[in-house]
């Protein structure tokens, strides 16, 4: 295991902040909480540091959460950065958090006006560029989506490392080794990071199972009853008030990920079991009431949405879209860490991947069949279908033959959760999802 809070290095990110340094953008750092957003921050400012050779005093630090900048407005913000202004130098001014100060967009454009300084900032919530804010400084930013841990991070803070040597047959095999030296499988470490997650703040604890619910319920407490509540009191609204039906709603989606669901099906689940549940306070919830609490568990970053495409006619669909957690980890938490289904989870990791790797991705809808993601970056379209496992002929021929429907010249993988012999099914490569998560 790593020691506690060592700065682990997250390259993926910290070379898109690199990349936009020194211009006149904002550097937005989006993500759910413990995501490792302000640790990003600090691996930033020691690259100015380290590599850039930027002073101590070009460099200010704020972190919201503190109380040493609780009651801070505005204007005393202002003020404050006024104050460390080094005439003739470029400033480097790093804001966690920021959403805590009412009227902040107003600070960071002043700043971008008034002051020759490069500005990061960080936000739990995606009513930090909300339409309004977004307007406000449109052009003048761009927004960095952090994700926990991917599973090649995982094994970084776990302490754990790959290592690559060659079969008799001359392909290449894979294997674990932690900081002592002791060999694992991939499927090993894969079972802990699907049964616990990437939240980088697991890395500072065993991974047993009452330290690791101590920690995740930490972090789904704080998203939801705080940041979710705090902030519809700070945009003045009373949609979303009831802690119970926000977990409620929280759950079904857990259940349900990688489902077609409807946002009408959730309110019939919640008045179905209104009588099941006593401190369910809602007689009748209204769609417009369950589109809010969705919302902002979608703001929170605790769950991502997912659309359908229709790949014959070649557009997005409006119905029946599907929804994906942000964490393992927090499923487990929240639905119980015994008896869960493999399958969806798979299905979930890798949507996650595809949004770290930069694919922008859909569900495919090809006559009646259903093709699990159509991922899209660029040019490029990747097919993919998710299977936790096919040895069962029928479960094979079920994931083969939507990729059978698309005549088109794109790449279309089957990525599995356990081994397949053979390397390939009818010319569709069959990757086996450990593999995947190591690919460069």
Same mark, same amino acid.
């Given at each position: ?309 229709? !790949?014959? &006619?070649?557009? #997005? *669909? ?5 929804? =994906?957690? @942000? ?6 938490? %929240? ?79 089957? !990525?599995? &959760?356990?081994? #397949? *012999? ?5 010319? =569709?490569? @069959? ?6 998560? %190591?690919?460069?």
């Amino acid at each position: 295991m790593r020691k506690p809070s060592t700065l682990i290095m997250r390259e993926q990110y910290l070379s898109r902040l690199i990349a936009f340094s020194d211009t006149d953008s904002i550097k937005v750092i989006t993500g759910i909480r413990r995501c490792g957003k302000s640790s990003m921050l600090k691996l930033m400012v020691r690259y100015l540091i380290e590599e850039r050779g930027i002073d101590l005093e070009q460099i200010v630090e704020m972190n919201f959460e503190s109380l040493e900048f609780s009651q801070m407005d505005v204007m005393a913000l202002y003020e404050f950065i006024r104050s460390k202004i080094i005439p003739g130098k470029r400033m480097y001014l790093f804001f966690d958090e920021i959403q805590r100060i009412p009227r902040w967009q107003d600070a960071v454009n002043s700043f971008r006006v008034d002051f020759d300084c490069d500005q990061y900032i960080t936000g739990s919530n995606a009513y930090l560029l909300s339409s309004e804010f977004s307007t406000y400084l449109s052009g003048r930013y761009v927004e960095i989506q952090m994700l926990p841990l991917s599973f090649k991070e995982f094994l970084t803070f776990q302490g754990y490392r790959v290592t690559i040597s060659n079969a008799p047959d001359g392909t290449e095999s894979r294997r674990i080794v932690d900081d002592e030296g002791r060999p694992f499988s991939i499927a090993d470490i894969l079972r802990v990071y699907i049964r616990y997650g990437g939240l980088p703040v697991l890395g500072d604890i065993a991974l047993e199972q009452e330290h690791a619910l101590i920690l995740l319920d930490g972090v789904f407490s704080t998203v939801v009853l705080r940041d979710i509540l705090l902030r519809e009191r700070r945009r003045g609204q009373r949609q979303i008030s009831d802690t119970f039906l926000l977990k409620k709603i929280s759950l079904f989606l857990a259940d349900n990920i990688g489902n077609p669901t409807s946002l009408t099906s959730i309110g019939k689940m919640l008045v179905s079991q209104r009588d099941l549940d006593e401190g369910h306070r809602k007689s009748n919830p209204a769609v417009r009431t369950v589109i809010a609490y969705v919302t902002a568990l979608l703001e929170s970053y605790v769950f991502y949405e997912i659309k359908r495409f229709d !790949i014959k &006619g070649r557009e #997005y *669909l409006k119905t029946l879209g599907k929804y =994906y957690i @942000v964490d393992p980890g927090l499923r487990n938490y %929240l639905l119980g860490f015994n008896g869960l289904d493999t399958g969806r989870m798979l299905e979930n990791i890798v949507y996650l991947e595809l949004l770290r790797r930069g694919y922008d991705p859909a569900v495919g809808k090809i006559g009646e069949m259903e093709i699990d993601f159509v991922a899209i970056r660029g040019d490029e379209i990747l097919y993919i279908q998710v299977a936790s496992s096919l040895a069962d002929e029928a479960a094979l021929e079920r994931e083969v033959r939507p990729f059978r429907q698309v005549v088109n010249g794109y790449a279309k993988i089957l !990525i599995t &959760g356990e081994r #397949y *012999l053979a390397a390939s099914v009818d010319g =569709y490569p @069959v990757i086996y999802l450990g593999d995947w998560l %190591l690919e460069p």
